[in-house]
């Protein structure tokens, strides 16, 4: 804990709550977006009630611009009202008696001037409607509105977008990423999609079982993924086997050649879809990490091809569209499979 | 969902199982489960609850009391069940009035007067030395309670009253004497017009207001028997006790006269 | 549209059959020539009056002290909280009479805060309009506290978080989400209030007396024309329900919670 630190919020949280055993150091500099995501049960919503003061932690600190909230050896716990920390939930949660406008001014102050507010979440439209009556996209605006109107040091966001259809969605993206920014306030955004996340996020934050299993740019978290939930994540092929020295022996009798050293004991290996060649013929210049693997399907994606590929490994392949016309991509055909070693992670897993 | 042998679901297996309870219940209500058709009933006016009570207790022994159903109420109330249809083999009603009333239906024998009791004016416990009138209590001072005027107790107030040239519209009117003494008893009203024998059952320190000239004003209690009787042995020894030497003498010692 | 099953529409028809029959019944006997000269008498207009000011007051008394209440009961868990809310509703399952005599115990004229109310103040309570209030609102405050707190734990604790991070402290949280939140419960069961007091009997002639235009209600009022005048009995009858039926039909889903 560091109480001159120049972050919006410095908390670490621990807390024993059901079958949760939660732990999470974090911090927000101002005007950052944090995106937290991770499985559901993880604890990301314990994590933002923690810091609301709505559920008391058991040790840790939480500090918003150097207002220690809840800290070691401090028996008052500042009460969630004037922890000046703004809240969207899921579904909004609009107050069902009061009118859009009367949602949007029950935190401010009689004469703060809503008007660019307003306008950037489009809300003017909807200022005398009831909560009943609006769509889903209309009711997370207005839910954003009304937080932002009291002008909270920082915004925390608890999936606001998973309620809307995919069309809604990356308009309403598009919003909060303006609204936000206008702001200046730091953000918290609970996110299951990764989309999401790295639209809205500088950094991302990935919780399981009360962790942080990775903390770092999405950048950082799309080139290198810590943990079996984020490789799948972002659909990366995931392997199990046994470390030796430099190399990733699985059961099948597969071994990966990787880039890493000292690796022993039970491994764990993610590749990129990106990152996985397909030849007709066998390379001759990369002898290592190339196998001989037939064709199950193939799906059309935006802008690339997918393919699935089965034999001594099951596999999946990102190919470009060109490459893809290039080579005849027909199901049963084999191809040479091949992915260097330094696009391999491995990673030891911890034994418990 | 799971599904029963005959095609059924479990929830509908539920209503129709509800469905033939409530058919149960309603047949059972409507045919009258557990009433004893054997037993002589008798409908009691209900100053005379004491009596009754132990009639049956003390004769109980003879036998006429036994399988007997006792139905207390007032005496209005006892009428409108039998008008209505309700079984009575022996009733037993204060005041002339209603027993004429109950003759008109011409399912009983001529009643028999059995019982007299007087009027009473009563003052609360806590005003039982101030040596009060009628004209005291009349002061506005104090708040008084009769019967209402249904009651033989409230027709012999208002007689009292009317007699008296007293105004009687800002006396509570309790449903039964019973209420009336009660009320007396905890001091809830300063006075109230009771029988004679209530006053003498209190044991709550109430006192009567002397020369109040409420004594000369008395109700009758008679019975009459049913002459549809199922099991008329069993009437008749009951009639026989209330008439009889152990009738009189619990009526003795509760205050009532001899009519 | 989605029916229900056979056996439930049928039980609903028995039970609409078993609550309406009686009531028609009662037209029936109804003489309707003579209603309005037995309805425009002094007793019952005093008594229409004195029944409709004191169940609004004792809705309205009922409102203010059972919203409180089941604020507070909403919040409690636990042991205590099943005694407070066992206390709570024992006036709905207590007969009225007893209750009565409770209320005179504690209120009345020599009651343990009555005494002390009537030194001070000299007020007493029983026999009098406010008597007859308190009476109403002992036995119509459960239904307030019930249909209340029903809604209020209903409600997502989560809009208190939400008004919480809007920087509401506790006093606007209860008047400016969770009270206009509950609304229509707290309208619901201030209409149940005033039909539970409009209706009662036992409590208000045990406690506050049957004092004509003074405490007489339109229930006493049918219940000592009942005995004596029948057909007046009846003509307050149709006049207690033809009131009751246009005040709940005219104000429909304000007192049915719907929805």
Known sequence: ????????????????????????????????????????????????????????????????????????????????????????????????????????????????????????????????????????????????????????????????????????RSNARNMIQTALQQSLAGALLVTHDPADAFALAQRVLILEGGRVTQFGTPDQIRAKPKSRWVADLMGWNVFYGVGQGSSVGLESGIEFATAEANLSGKAMVMISPSSVALFVERPSGSPRNSWLCRIRRVEYLDGLARVSLFGPLDIYADITLAAASELDLTPGREFWVTVKATEIQAQVLKTE | MITADNGLTRCEKNVIIGLLATMLLASCTLWGCGQREDATRVFVASSMTDFIEELIAVDGQNGSANATDVNIAGSGTLLLQINEGARA??????????????????????????????????????????????????????????????????????????????????????????????????????????????????????????????????????????????????????????????????????????? | ??????????????????????????????????????VASDTVTDALFLSLTSSVFAALLALALGVPLALQLSKMSGFAASIARAVVVLPMILPPVVGGAALLFAFGRNGLVGSLVADVSGVVLPYSISGVVLANTFVALPFVVITVEGALRAIDPRYALAASTLRANSSAITFRVVLPMVRPAVIAGGFIAWARALGEFGATITFAGNIQGKTQTLPLAVFVALESDREAALAMSVLLISVSLIVLISLRERWWPVR
Request: aromatic share 8%; proline share 5%.
């Open chain 2, 89 to 259: 083999d022996v009733v037993i009603l204060a005041g002339a009035e209603y027993m004429e009333e109950l003759n008109r239906t011409g399912d009983f024998h001529p009643p028999t007067e059995f019982a007299m009791t007087k009027l009473s004016i009563v003052i609360a416990p806590d005003l039982k030395d101030k040596d009060l009138t009628v004209r005291d209590l009349w002061s506005g001072k104090f708040q008084g309670a009769m019967c209402v005027l249904s009651a033989p107790c409230g027709q012999l107030a208002s007689q009292y009253a009317a007699s008296q040239n007293l105004d009687m519209a800002d006396l509570s009117l309790e449903p039964n004497v019973r209420a009336v003494l009660a009320k007396i008893e905890r001091g809830e009203v300063d006075f109230g017009f009771v029988y004679h024998t209530d006053l003498l059952s209190s044991t709550a320190g109430v006192a009567e207001v002397q020369g109040s000239g409420a004594s000369k004003f008395s109700t009758s209690y008679s019975f009459a028997v049913s002459n549809n009787l199922k099991h008329s042995a069993q009437a008749q020894s009951l009639t026989n006790a209330i008439t009889g030497e152990v009738g009189q003498r619990i009526l003795e010692e509760l205050g009532f006269n001899q009519p």
């Open chain 1, 1 to 168: 804990m560091n109480t001159s630190s120049p972050a919006l919020l410095d908390a670490r949280v621990v807390l024993q709550r059901g079958d949760l055993n939660l732990d999470v150091e974090l911090s927000v500099q101002r005007g950052e977006t944090v995106a937290i995501m991770g499985p559901n049960g993880a604890g990301k919503t314990t994590l933002l009630y923690a810091l609301l003061g709505w559920i008391p932690i058991q040790s840790g600190w939480v500090l918003v611009d150097n207002d220690i909230f809840e800290a070691p050896g401090q028996d008052e716990v500042t009460p969630t009202r004037e922890r000046e920390l703004g809240m969207v939930f899921q579904d909004g949660l609009l107050f069902p008696h009061l009118k859009v406008i009367e949602n949007i001014r029950f935190g401010t102050n009689k004469d703060d001037d809503l008007l660019d507010l307003l306008q950037t979440l489009e809300i003017f439209p909807l200022l005398k409607k009831y909560p009943s009556e609006l769509s889903a996209g209309e009711t997370q605006r207005v839910a954003l509105a009304r937080t932002l109107a009291a002008r909270p040091k920082m915004v925390l966001l608890d999936e606001p977008l998973a309620l809307l259809d995919l069309s809604a």
């Open chain 3, 1 to 38: 549209m989605n029916r229900l099953p056979i056996g439930v529409r049928i039980l609903a028809v028995l039970s609409f059959g078993f609550v309406s029959l009686p009531l028609l019944s009662l037209l029936w006997r109804v003489p309707w020539p003579r209603l309005w000269t037995l």
